[in-house]
């Protein structure tokens, strides 16, 4: 949980509940203790605090865009800080385990993969058997 904390950046906005990040990273021990035990109870229990289901909601006007027509925002949720550190600490836990689990040519929401390095890798896959003078096939599954 600590890690998450002192990985949180500041100045950014807070959720509904109004706790602004720079709030918790400057919790003294007693508070950190606190919170965690709080953490603990929470995901034991598998309840949350109902306001950690809301977000507060902004619309940003896309660079270079129409602000008179609705289509030209963009939505962003605000969520509430103490949720996002949840988030953090579970996908910490859980990430070790689940790496074990994904193919090799997994890419989506995997860290340090993406979608171009998938089109990289069948570019090549398709340059390989050119230069072989064989067929390539490609099987997309949507």
Not at 44 to 56: E, F, Q
Not at 58 to 74: F, N, Q, S
Not at 130 to 138: G, I, N, R, S, Y
Request: net charge positive; charged share 20%; proline share 6%.
């Amino acid at each position: 949980m600590t890690l998450a904390i002192y990985n949180m950046k500041c100045g950014k906005s807070p959720g509904p509940n109004n706790i602004h990040p720079e709030l918790i990273k400057n919790l003294g021990a007693s508070g950190l203790k606190w919170l965690a035990a709080f953490f603990s109870t929470s995901m034991r229990l598998n309840l949350l605090p109902k306001i950690w289901r809301k977000a507060n909601i902004i619309a940003i006007l896309k660079l270079g865009k129409d602000a008179k027509v609705p289509k030209r925002y963009r939505p962003i949720y605000l969520l509430c800080v103490p949720f996002k550190i949840v988030e953090r600490v579970i996908l910490s836990r859980i990430t070790p385990y689940v790496e074990k689990c994904l193919l090799d040519f997994q890419a989506g929401f995997c860290a340090g993969r993406s979608t171009i390095d998938q089109v990289l890798q069948l570019c090549s896959t398709i340059e390989d058997g050119f230069q072989l003078k064989q067929k390539t096939a490609v099987e997309l599954l949507i």
